[in-house]
């Protein structure tokens, strides 16, 4: 992040979700002020204001998918970079105001995408309990700690933070369940390559879907960019309108990501530049490994043999 | 549909939603049985437990997007296809028990997709209301028909159902926002083509994105066919790994469609073919233009011309 | 070949040439009638008249590249299919009337082609001789028996007929070099394929050719079909219009193949069909390997699949 | 051309035939000294060696193809580049000692190409001549005037220089035939574009056909370049080796073009660059339009963004 790091953070709140447990593994948030906000809008309009220096939203999960309205927020307003990803393990856990047997449960507070990655679990472990749907992770939390619900789903954070007990851990009918967060700030410099990076855009394409997507992937693959993740938006326009959201492999500052960008400004209607950021890897993982003719060598071989045909020598 | 038409309805409820208002636009359905479900999964159960033919859930939203639960169950489970799609214009009301200025509205019940279709409109009329998510556009007027809230957010059928008297209508900020539902039934023999016609279809990838999607949308593009429709939907595994949905131009009985469908069972981890059915269009529009080379009767030639080589007459 | 086999046989003339010497390596012509003929328009018209079953004519050579007059033909007038390929080494000797040294030369008759393709071993050995072109290797060989030229270039099947002496053998620069001949029929049932097996197309392309061509070579890479020759041809209208020859692997019986031709047939001005055959290898070498989801079962695996899903089952 | 003009120019002789007479249209040519080879690969060596400035010798005919030995030695040997390209109508005339009547002609001296070129021509109108081949336009015309033959089928220039009398003109069965021919120097700087500029190119490519010609016709197309001309010749190593010569639309200054060329440069085994120089039409035709997306105004902003992008401003 260019210039001074920035101190003053905010995050997709309210206090003891999964959001603020994965700003905590950021050295300078857990150094720093961390204010919660009422709603993605509201954590990036402190950026955009100059309020707060980045704030750290959800992007995606791997079960529930792109998290819409962060994707729909950074293709509106001032535009906003991501400077740093965080990945966390999606951990539920089934918590009450003290230990009771399972059998005696007959209500359980769960935000619905909560009860839906542990639908399996609640089927084989609660058959005969209702789930109440409420908006957060932490309202479940907060409701069972006031007695509303026998029980909450909610994530570790909760537990101590309402003085709950807790019943079952890991809950979550997907053990390898991954949410994928966003560090966003206003654009600066660019980062350096680090080798193992990812480029993130938004592209909106004109008519003809089949055509322009095939377009718009020729110019990827032309320059041997990979994609790790690709997301259709609408544009609110009407539909078959779409904004793609294209997490690719690589970084800015190379020249063959250099090159496509260019290729897709052109032929786009629209390109929108989301960050060049590390990519965090939950697991250590070899970087993917350079291609013979795409290195950043093997284009300025190329360019020094151009500028020779050109000047004839 | 195939043999006797569906006569037993299920719906997401509760009633008074948008997807009771869509589902009464079928004769059938006006006629038959109309039971709601509290939620998508219980619906698409009682079609494949037999206990309703037919069952209408919503698919998505011009501004919200694709709903992710639907998509999730349509490759789940046993097969499901779409018989016919319903698009309906979303149209949000702000309704209260009696008629009362604006400015003396302090919380409006809301949904949450409700209250961000109709953002730009809260921020000019009703500055200082809080806004109370809930559960749903029917929950938002049940709330405000008992008093729990000055005002809702609502669709029109939930003003004549409660009581209420409407402040102001037409308060969504996209005019002309739209909602798309489906109607599933049990595989059975698909209906004839119409010539402007959907073929939805589930498609896993194998790694490499972008060259895997590249050839998704080659096989595609080769027999003339366009999308109306792509989303990616991740399959719970981990980051990266995609199911696409895709809303094809044509019908499964055309020959191009065949061959482009059995092109990407070749090619593809998996397809799900989610069902082909007319194309329903709120304004008159002429169909798509035959294409040149790639119509049946083109496709027949060319079947002839191969035999005659085969056989060497 | 189809019904009874050929047995009159007519070819490249005159006598004592490579054609003559590939076609009887032939059985059939070898127990059957050879009728050399003046030229390769000559010997089609033989077949096409009726009064020869099968011509033998040069295609390509391996140096000297597409012969343009075999090319030519095979597009214009009634169609004629290729049924056998014969690979055959190109070997060229220096003969004379009796043996003499070298340095004695000082003029050596030789086709233009044959010169051209023996030109370092004239440098290293013959660097003062004159090389006069004659209008084929037969007439070379003659023109030395008849002691117009001091020696000649020729094919080994000259030296005898025309009772020369060979003073070096093995003389062409390129070690490997092979000459490449087609059996030409009327069309007739194809044969059955081998596993490895050339089919052979003639395939005119409207303008644009970035696009034209890449149409082409998509709808033969959607199918897993390789290419092992491709040669342009001007159309004789004018620059920049072509009729492209393409040797393909497989054969027009296999489903993929019979896909991709009626792909073909569809986008292209023109297709014309000229053969599918058995692949001649000198050496002995593996068959292509199957690719997996291209085979006849997948495609077959893939249409009953279709035809289960149009039926509802 | 770079520095001083050319002054000293060779082609492919003998004086006579059409190549003497494209020389001539060039007004440098005409004022400066012309020698005569008597093989193309004899006129590029005295370039080679300084021997000469410029050499003019044929690239391809509308009705004949391709001209193989020049297309080899430009692979071959030390780079020359194509600075100038001359197109002229191909006239074909029966000339004879003296004025005689067509039915008493017993022998045509002939180039086997252009009695190929003439031959309904003949058919039609000498229909029991025997058609000699000699080894080149001007040979026939000598061989008329010697009395050797009875007429002979030769270029216009041939009738003066051997004191001929033209019988019957435009006799060749295609009234549009044109040749093409290169004007070649050793490497320079190269000229500036003119709007309607022709860059050629030979490009190796490894196995695979289909994918690799597949992967230089997308890097071509990505960049919008056209080709007006796609020839393949064997490498002389083993059938199914090619090199590919292609004519492209734009010339090597352009930056579409440049980056085309390098990224041809990174994918293929080898590519020569064989020179930009203006397209030479015989008809006033409009150069092609430029592409919206592909001018060097876009890429100039394209770089221009991308440049902003790695700032952050």
């Given at each position: 992040m260019p210039g001074t790091p920035p101190s003053r953070f905010?995050?997709?709140?309210?206090?003891?979700?999964?959001?603020?447990?994965?700003?905590?593994t950021l050295p300078a948030a857990e150094r720093g002020v961390r204010t919660p906000a009422r709603s993605v809008p509201e954590a990036l309009e402190a950026v955009r204001a100059g309020d707060a220096d980045a704030a750290l939203v959800p992007?995606?999960?791997?079960?529930?998918?792109?998290?819409?309205?962060?994707?729909?927020?950074?293709?509106t307003g001032s535009p906003l970079v991501i400077t740093r990803e965080v990945v966390i393990p999606v951990e539920f856990v089934l918590a009450a105001r003290?230990?009771?047997?399972?059998?005696?449960?007959r209500t359980v507070a769960a935000h619905p995408q909560a009860s839906a990655?542990?639908?399996?679990?609640?089927?084989?472990?609660?058959?005969?309990?209702v789930v109440v749907d409420v908006l957060s992770n932490a309202a479940a939390a907060i409701s069972a700690a006031a007695g509303e619900h026998d029980a909450a789903l909610c994530a570790p954070i909760g537990v101590p933070r309402n003085?709950?007990?807790?019943?079952?851990?890991?809950?979550?009918?997907?053990?390898?369940?991954?949410?994928?967060?966003?560090?966003?700030?206003?654009?600066?410099p660019v980062g350096e390559p680090t080798g193992d990076d990812v480029t993130s855009l938004a592209v909106s394409i004109r008519h003809d879907q089949v055509g322009a997507l095939l377009a718009v992937l020729t110019e990827l693959a032309v320059r041997g960019i990979n994609l790790s993740r690709i997301e259709s938006r609408p544009t609110g326009e009407q539909l078959g309108t779409y904004v793609f959201f294209l997490d690719c492999t690589g970084h800015v500052a190379e020249t063959r990501m250099g090159e496509a960008l260019r290729g897709l400004?052109?032929?786009?209607?629209?390109?929108?530049?989301?960050?060049?950021?590390?990519r965090h890897r939950l697991h250590r993982e070899d970087p993917p490994p350079s291609v013979p003719g795409l290195t950043d060598a093997d284009f300025a071989d190329s360019a020094a043999w151009l500028a020779r045909l050109r000047s004839g020598n």
């Open positions: 905010v995050y997709l709140g309210p206090e003891g979700t999964f959001t603020e447990a994965a700003l905590r992007l995606e999960n791997s079960v529930g998918g792109a998290v819409p309205v962060t994707l729909d927020e950074l293709v003290q230990l009771i047997p399972l059998a005696s449960i990655q542990c639908r399996n679990w609640l089927l084989a472990h609660l058959p005969d309990a003085n709950l007990t807790v019943l079952a851990d890991k809950v979550a009918d997907h053990a390898d369940a991954v949410t994928r967060f966003a560090l966003l700030s206003r654009p600066g400004r052109r032929i786009c209607a629209d390109v929108r530049f989301l960050g060049s950021y590390p």
